[in-house]
């Protein structure tokens, strides 16, 4: 359940996205609320941890550790190419 940063009531309901800013960052897992408190009113983004985006971030991790073990392959690659090279 989202708590509100400014008074730590989780008497929050959803708000819509408003702007460029919060459309861009909805897809990484960021939602609007606003303050049900009538002395706060706070509005605001907060980040939701879905399991999709856990799944999704897990996903991601591992892409970029194969794009890494990918390159640190080739670098080995051309490297090994070079030695053969000056050996010969
Ligand atoms: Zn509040």
């Not at 606003?34 to 509005?43: A, D, G, M, Q, V």
């Not at 991790?61 to 690659?77: E, F």
Request: with cysteine.
């Amino acid at each position: 359940m989202p708590t509100c940063p400014k008074c730590n009531s989780t008497n929050l309901r959803r708000s819509h996205t408003r702007g460029l800013r919060e459309r861009l960052l909805k897809p990484l897992g960021w939602r609007a609320f606003r303050c049900r408190e009538k002395t706060c009113r706070w509005r605001g983004l907060l980040k939701m941890e879905s399991p999709s985006l856990k799944l999704w971030e897990y996903l991601k991790s591992k892409k970029v550790m194969l794009l890494a073990l990918a390159t640190a392959l080739c670098v080995i690659g051309v490297f090994t190419g070079i030695l053969l090279y000056l050996i010969h």
